[in-house]
């Protein structure tokens, strides 16, 4: 019972990560790799707020706030003008990704930092004790891919954005501002990473390095799931969420852990995601179901 905590715990993690990278490259045509940098601003924003003896519940709010200020200045100041080409676009985010990865090393020195569940303690469920915080993590995500995929479907401002993903010039024709979606939707995706950075972070330790991580696997994700849905990059996180975890849990059945090391476990699920895209290259779910 707690392995299969700690799965959903890093599960929900990967999934927020997801959903505003898929929305983006579904929207934009492009990969924002400067993605995995807006989880470690969110992470770092709850750690300066731990440093500063202020509560780290509220850093977590104020943290997709501020990741998604700083998505959207990025996005009308730079990122926009790459659009009508992808490649610059993404070598575009690359950089600012390298140089907010950079920014952040500088002021963490190189170095690890731990910040503190907000939540502590643990409850026992059938016999096991569960950590509260991974409850938690859990149940926010849960409520927030409701929200969002309520928003996307029943409201009017989602069903524009459904039909800029669609398709963007008919969209433009029937007088929907598709600059005004893109900037939205490029903070949004921010947000969703900062929110997921600041959630994650007393669960992992913090250092200048932590969003390189999630990018790889989120751009897996993404892959696997297919670009142009809300449910494909869900089901895409939720299926390299769970296998990071439970490969990495090989290690523990005795006789398998001298041949499964971490590095290993890394290997085996980028083995079974370039499979999977080899079988089923327009991932999980076809392009028109959001």
Request: proline fraction near 4%; aromatic fraction near 12%; charged fraction near 10%.
């Amino acid at each position: 019972m707690k392995l299969v905590f700690d799965i959903l715990a890093f599960t929900s993690i990967m999934v927020l990560v997801v959903l505003g990278l898929g929305v983006i490259a579904s929207m934009m045509g492009i990969f924002n790799f400067a993605h995995g940098e807006f989880v470690l601003l969110g992470a770092y924003t709850v750690y300066l707020f731990s440093t500063a003896g202020l509560p780290v519940w509220l850093g977590m709010i104020v943290a997709p706030v501020v990741v998604g200020a700083i998505g959207l200045a990025l996005e009308r100041g730079i990122v926009h003008r790459f659009y009508a080409l992808p490649v610059a676009a993404m070598l575009g985010t690359w950089a600012l990704g390298l140089i907010i990865r950079e920014i952040v090393r500088g002021l963490l020195g190189g170095l690890y930092y731990n910040v503190p569940e907000p939540v502590p303690g643990s409850f026992s469920l059938f016999g096991v004790e569960v950590s509260a915080w991974r409850a938690i993590v859990i149940v926010v995500t849960v409520l927030i891919v409701l929200a969002c995929y309520a928003f996307m479907t029943r409201t009017s401002y989602g069903l524009r954005i459904r039909a800029a993903l669609e398709n963007p010039s008919l969209a433009r024709s029937c007088g929907i501002s598709t600059t005004q979606l893109y900037a939205f939707t490029f903070a949004f995706g921010a947000a969703l990473a900062g929110l997921a950075g600041a959630l994650m972070v007393p669960l992992f330790q913090i250092f200048a390095d932590l969003g390189v991580r999630f990018l790889v696997q989120g751009f897996l994700s993404v892959m696997l799931g297919g670009i142009g849905t809300f449910e494909g990059p869900v089901l895409g996180g939720a299926l390299i969420g769970a296998m990071v975890p439970g490969f990495q849990w090989l290690r523990e059945i005795p006789g398998v852990s001298d041949l499964v090391n971490p590095v290993f476990a890394e290997v085996l699920v980028f083995v079974v995601a370039i499979v999977i895209v080899k079988l089923r290259p327009q991932g999980f779910v076809k392009q028109g179901r959001i």
